[in-house]
Nanobody, 121 residues
Framework: QLQLVESGGGWVQPGGSLRLSCVAS????????IGWFRQAPGKEREGVSC????????NYADSVRGRFTISEDNAENTVYLQMNSLKPEDTAIYYC??????????????WGQGTQVTVSS
């Protein structure tokens, strides 16, 4: 069964950091496009970042560029989202998913549980 599972969320104070993990099972991530999306309470889901695991090319939403870094570890079959300088407005449930190409447009998906990120003092 092809599956992506998110983890690594938690509570952090403004200015802090977290690293989210998106672990693949049932397939290899070596030649895929994986995206991170988030949904804050009362808001629509939005694209955060995506990466082509073959080329390493990545895209970022303007709101996170310079603070977040997406990366891949083929040995761990995992895509990471390193989040630094976190702000209260980054509070959301974060999800990862497959993409047909590099895009931050929200795809139609049966989304998993995601991982909760809360930034507050």
């Amino acid at each position: 069964q092809l599956q992506l599972v998110e983890s690594g969320g938690g509570w952090v104070q403004p200015g802090g950091s977290l690293r989210l993990s998106c672990v693949a099972s049932g397939f290899r991530l070596d030649n895929s496009v994986i995206g991170w999306f988030r949904q804050a309470p009362g808001k629509e889901r939005e694209g955060v970042s995506c990466i082509n695991t073959s080329s390493g090319v990545a895209n970022y939403a303007d709101s996170v560029r310079g603070r977040f870094t997406i990366s891949e570890d083929n040995a761990e079959n995992t895509v990471y989202l390193q989040m630094n300088s976190l702000k209260p407005e980054d509070t959301a449930i974060y999800y990862c998913t497959f993409l047909p190409f590099l895009t931050l447009s929200v795809p139609l998906r049966n989304w998993g549980q995601g991982t909760q990120v809360t930034v507050s003092s």
